[in-house]
């Protein structure tokens, strides 16, 4: 069984939700059927392999990239799955909830061109139906949008933080986690980011709430907890710029591998 309050999370940042239409052979008209599909790089696919091996499916590369792989989930196994993940969906629960909601029969050609005028509105949410993120989905949602990052700033000291990044016009997860965690959100051109920076306390926070669920950016957020959490990074404690240093590169690092005994 795959953890499907990860997996909302995880496909409300980096899954699709479609409606696959095919047209009647030997006929008029179309049947519309649920698709799921989800993407990642390849030296990161564990999560699309644990999902595609639970439906019996295969993972494929992408054909604009080949860098990059995807499962696809379709027909029954993607009603199936859109059933178990709906209720925790934070900003494709209600684009999930319209598409199970379509009925199994053909459609015309204005049918259809209506369903992808809805879908296309559905896709945004910029306000969360929940009050707190839970544990699961947010990191999920991480694993997905997010990014650990630290560096050397102007005057020595090292500043660390977590960025998750959205579509301006699907925000409503990035402001679920901003008031429950605080950060701020920063716009730009499409996209909108939350930032939240580590602080000792902050960093310790986090993690305590959710980092033990994370798979993919597990080992980055477990790194920036024992560094800035334990306040190793303070020079009044001794840290030196080769230390500091050397925990910036780690970091990065970090991000390039993969994630080790997650699955």
Known sequence: MIDFKYFAGFIDADGSIQAHVQKVKNGDGFYVHPVVSLSQRK??????EEIADFYDLSVCEESRNPEMVEVRISG???????????KHLV??????EYILNLERRVYTQEEVDTIRQIIKTLRKKNVSNKNFPSRKWMAGYIDGDG??????????????HLTITSWNEAQAGLELIRKSFGGCIIHHGNAS?????????????????????????????????DYIGNNRHSKRNGAT????????????TTKSESPKGML
């Open 91 to 96: 900003i494709k629960d209600e684009l999930a």
């Open 76 to 86: 029954d196994k993607g009603r199936r799955l859109l059933e178990q993940i709906k």
């Open 147 to 160: 990014c650990i990052q630290a560096y050397i700033y102007r005057t020595g000291s090292v500043k660390s």
């Open 193 to 225: 980011r939350l930032q939240i920076s580590f602080t000792p306390s902050k960093v310790r926070e986090l993690y305590d709430y959710f980092g033990k669920h994370l798979r993919i950016k597990k080992d980055q957020m477990i790194l920036a907890r």
């Open 241 to 252: 710029d080769e230390q500091n240093k050397k925990f910036c590169d780690t970091l990065a």
């Open 43 to 48: 030296f990161r696919a564990q999560n699309l």
